[in-house]
């Protein structure tokens, strides 16, 4: 009985090999190895394997190529497993990933110490199982709790600051929104007032509500 049909992708030979090497057992098959994303492509289409192990930057820009491969498998090979092997925490690539269905799996390649745990994670991934890794959760966790300093703005104080950043006036405020500019000045002191922003002579309060508004997008 053939194992589990893997196809293993990096740019990186050494790693690329070993991790081949790793997989020469009974229990899995390794049908091809891609050095980038379209060589990874090319393999999954040919061989269509059990499961992919992909890391995310590789040529040309070694920016998302591995990720974009892996899309691309996950639309038109929807039971092939994936599993990245990244060497950072990279929490929009992960949720991106982890949201696309089973059979998926996002490790940190510093954190593979124990080969038999590795190949279990291989297997588990393979089968339809989710492996994360400890220290990608807690970057999730840490990014659903961090507060972000314009949730106690109602919507239209968001809209008021919004127009703020954009250099306009209570005046161009008030056209813009249909409202009176004694409205406007309301919501303006409502803004500063809930940003924590108290007056001072060396501060322009205006100036730090555009600046919290800014760093919160």
């Known amino acids: ?37 379209a060589g990874l ?15 995310i930057r590789m040529p040309p820009t070694y920016t998302v190529e591995g990720l974009s491969a892996a899309a691309v498998i996950r639309a038109e090979l929807p039971e092939t497993g994936i599993l990245v092997l990244s060497a950072h925490v990279e929490v929009d690539h992960a949720l991106t990933l982890l949201g696309s269905g089973r059979g998926i799996g996002y490790l940190l390649k510093s954190r593979v110490v ?18 994360v890794d400890p220290a990608l959760v807690q970057e999730l966790v840490s990014a659903q709790h961090r507060e972000d300093p314009l949730d106690v703005l109602s919507d239209r104080e968001r809209d008021v600051l919004a127009l703020m950043a954009q250099g306009r006036s209570n ?26 922003l108290p007056e001072a002579e060396s501060d322009n309060r205006r100036v730090l509500a555009v600046m919290k508004f800014l760093e919160s997008r």
């Open 114 to 131: 124990a080969v038999d745990e590795f190949l279990d994670n291989v297997e588990r991934i393979a089968r339809g199982g989710s492996v």
């Open 1 to 37: 009985m053939n194992g589990l049909r893997v196809v293993v992708a990096d740019d990186d030979v050494l790693l690329r090999e070993g991790m081949a090497s790793l997989l020469a057992a009974p229990d899995f098959e390794v049908v091809g190895q891609a050095g980038d994303g």
């Open 41 to 55: 492509l090319e393999l999954a289409r040919e061989h269509r394997p059990d499961l992919v192990i992909v890391d």
């Open 171 to 196: 005046s161009g405020i008030a056209q813009q929104l249909w409202v009176t500019e004694g409205t406007v000045e309301k919501h303006v002191r409502s803004i500063l007032l809930k940003l924590d």
